[in-house]
């Protein structure tokens, strides 16, 4: 099967799956437009596993088509489709993938979960498999892409939770914190939350130290995994310092 004859073969299933009923929902949801076909994920879950089973023995060509013909769907399945079947070939994603993913944030991510499915999987697995791509998120932290601001912090998910580049995460997060853009807020606090555990007392005193610049909303995301005594401490100096 060529890629578009699969990428036929995917649309007209996603027709026959779709529920009206769900997609209201979803847009409901998102809280801002998003074309969508209304697939359920159990449904969805198993058009992965059907699809990754014709394409693991691909050609990288072949596949990247495949990608571009999803993505070019504006769906929103299409494109969390995508980021599924990408997330397995996981172990091969070096700094060709690092462009092929930045090139699919600025030409169709438009919501925060196409945005977090791109960063937390596969341009974490990049930055992974080749530990110095990480230092091109930097210029993403003043893009005039909200999306792309978002994944300069989510991108690096991955390294907090194992404890990896803690410094280079606080010099991301130092960039991004003074962003208003809620999408941003919460990127940020979802990667200090996850940096917390293996690095409790070094993520504890960079948020007091910059509680002046952060949001609460942003400090409210950081402290969901403290313990009570910081979570309380980091939230009452917030409160205190924005009433003095």
Known sequence: MTPEGLSDH?????????????????????QHEVDTYGVRTQHLN???????????????????????????????ESGTLACHLYRRFARQCTAC????????????????????????WLLAACIENEPE????????????????????????LQEAKAGRHTAYIFE?????????DDMVEK???????????????ETHSFLLENRE?????????AAEKMTPEHRQSLLASHQSTHQS
Do not use: C
């Open 97 to 120: 993938e690092f462009q092929l993913f930045e090139r699919w944030l600025d030409r169709y991510v438009h919501n925060w979960a196409h945005t977090d499915g791109v960063s937390s």
């Open 10 to 30: 995917i649309h007209e299933r996603m027709l026959a799956l779709a529920d009206p009923g769900f997609a209201t929902g979803q847009r409901r949801f998102f």
């Open 46 to 76: 198993a058009l992965v596993r059907e699809v990754y089973a014709v394409i693991r023995d691909w050609p990288l060509a072949g596949r990247n088509t495949l990608m571009k013909h999803l993505w070019e769907t504006g769906k929103l």
């Open 187 to 201: 990127g940020i606090g979802w990667l200090l939350k996850e940096t917390y555990p293996k690095r409790p007392r």
């Open 133 to 156: 791509l990480r230092f091109a998120l930097k210029p993403w932290t003043t893009s005039l892409n909200r999306w792309k601001r978002r994944a300069s912090a989510v991108s690096l």
């Open 213 to 221: 610049i952060a949001t609460r909303l942003t400090l409210r995301y």
């Open 172 to 180: 991301i997060a130092s960039l991004l914190l003074p962003d208003r």
